[in-house]
């Protein structure tokens, strides 16, 4: 359980770090540095592509693309419900923030699914080689 929370604040970290609505983010530093492109900036960019892939690539391979539809469903209509009982006011700042963590769930997932999996089903998978 603790590797799948670890997962989830990456994530988190990773896709707030490369926006969110509060202005403290890639984009928004990328935005208001233009046209002065700095080391700091382009190394900061690689580092969140680098993140991308491997969550990206990760959730892909693990969920395949209809366990992505089917994670988005589970994840858009919790969170859907979650407004709808009232435990969340619909601003827009605040439907922001639910799509980011929607997004980070999903991404979490992804990572943990052959995790995940196991607990479920007691079944270990294996990786086909890829060469």
């Not at 707030?16 to 540095?33: I, R």
Request: glycine share 10%; charged share 10%; no cysteine.
């Amino acid at each position: 359980m603790l590797g799948i929370l670890i997962r989830f604040l990456a994530a988190l970290v990773l896709v707030f770090a490369t926006w969110n609505p509060s202005g403290w983010s890639f984009v928004h530093w990328l935005l208001s540095s233009l046209p002065n492109v700095t080391a700091g900036l382009v190394f900061a960019g690689v580092v969140l592509v680098i993140g991308w892939f491997l969550f990206l690539h990760a959730t892909l391979e693990s969920l395949g693309l209809f366990g992505i539809i089917l994670a988005l469903a589970f994840f858009g209509t919790l969170t859907w419900l979650v407004f709808d009982l009232g435990w969340l006011s619909a601003g827009q700042e605040v439907l922001n923030y639910a799509v980011l963590v929607v997004a980070a769930a999903i991404l979490a997932v992804g990572m943990a699914w052959s995790h995940i999996w196991r607990r479920l089903s007691g079944r270990v998978e294996v990786e086909d080689d890829h060469q």
